[in-house]
Structure formats: C-alpha cells, structure tokens
C-alpha cells in the first residue's frame, strides 16, 4: 500500500515540475492546464490512454484545444516541451 502512494506521490511532483512550464492565465488557459495535468496523471497510470510522454501528453492536449477552441492559443514552455513548430 505504501507502495502505491509513493508511486502516487512520485506521479503528482512529476506533474507539478511540468505545469511549472504552462503558466497560469484566464479560463481557457487554466482549463488547458487542468487538461494537461489530468491527462498526464493519467499517462503514468497503470489503464493509461496516453503515452507515458510530456511531449505525446501535450500534443494530445494541443490538438483536443485546436478542435474545441481554434481559436485559442496557449501558453507553456516550447524548449521544455521539445517543440519548435506548431
């Protein structure tokens, strides 16, 4: 059982460093770091429905972002993110 809420524990500080890189704004900015941070607790989970990766996590999120709000940009850390281009 300890086991469990130290993975958990490793998980969400993993987790936290990274929303370090997608700052806060308005709602849609703070929806897009809700996403993310979901998604990625979900990535390092053992049902996983996204690959164990920041960079697959976010791009899962940047494209749900494209359909849903085209018109909304948002903001994080491109270098961190290994993203040059979108």
Do not use: W
Not at 30 to 40: D, G, K, L, P, Q
Not at 48 to 60: F, I, M
């Amino acid at each position: 059982m300890f086991q469990a809420q130290e993975k958990l524990a490793k998980m969400r500080e993993t987790v936290r460093e990274e929303l370090r890189h997608i700052p806060r704004g308005g709602i849609e900015q703070n929806m897009f770091r809700a996403v993310y941070e979901s998604c990625r607790l979900n990535s390092m989970g053992k049902r996983a429905q996204y690959p164990n990766s920041k960079e697959e996590v976010l791009k899962a999120c940047l494209d749900y972002y494209k359909k849903t709000y085209p018109n909304f940009q948002p903001q994080y850390d491109k270098p961190f993110f290994k993203e040059t281009k979108r």
